[in-house]
């Protein structure tokens, strides 16, 4: 970390990029050539103050070895902890976890039993069976928060709209038709205490 940080500092001195870039996203596995070109350096000092120590001083070599180790072994250590491999099989001997991998808590143990029939559920509610059961209907306004007022003098233009095409519409088959997916959210807004 040391040399990766005195790196990035000569860098930003120097006018350079330093080098930060957006996360790696997917499986987490960086390529051996990208891990090979971040992590030389690294590598080129442990083995050479290994081996001068070696030649000049081997207490002293014995006592910085585990410094030595981490910067001579820069490259596998940098693949390994990215790797989804290693993550799993340590996860298996039990190293490396946080109490909440081994034993989940209640909170978390509850969502999973709720979820498994969550899609279920939405996938048949709709604004029309929304409209036909008042439960149903009660259920989901309270989940909604209550929508701050805009800026005065800046009327929001999807609800207005949204509940000019209501009045005028002769059936809700027809107002839901006319409305826009913007629209249709301005009115579900609006109407958060409508049938309780």
Same mark, same amino acid.
Do not use: A, K, N, P
């Given at each position: 970390m040391m040399i990766i940080q005195s790196q990035q500092l000569s860098a930003i001195l120097l006018g350079h990029d330093s080098g930060w870039s957006a996360q790696r996203r997917g499986d987490g596995t960086t390529p051996w050539r990208e891990i090979i070109r971040r992590h030389w350096l690294q590598t080129?000092?442990?083995i050479a103050l290994s081996a001068g120590l070696a030649f000049l001083s081997p207490p002293v070599l014995a006592w910085m070895s585990p410094t030595l180790a981490g910067l001579v072994l820069a490259i596998p250590l940098s693949r390994a902890s990215g790797s989804p491999l290693? #993550?799993?099989?340590?996860r298996k001997l039990g190293l490396l976890v946080i109490p909440e991998e081994v034993t989940l808590p209640p909170l978390m143990q509850r969502r999973a039993e709720l979820e498994s029939g969550y899609s279920e559920l939405v996938?048949?509610?709709t604004i029309e069976s929304l409209l036909k059961d008042s439960s149903a209907r009660i259920a989901h306004f309270h989940t909604l928060l209550q929508r701050p007022p805009g800026p005065? #003098?800046?009327p929001d233009v999807d609800r207005l709209t949204a509940r000019a095409k209501v009045e005028e519409a002769t059936s809700v088959r027809e107002a839901l038709a006319w409305l826009t997916p913007r629209e249709r959210l301005a009115h579900l807004r609006q109407l958060r205490g409508w049938g309780r």
């Open positions: 080129s000092i442990g290693v #993550g799993r099989l340590f996938e048949h509610t005065r #003098g800046q």
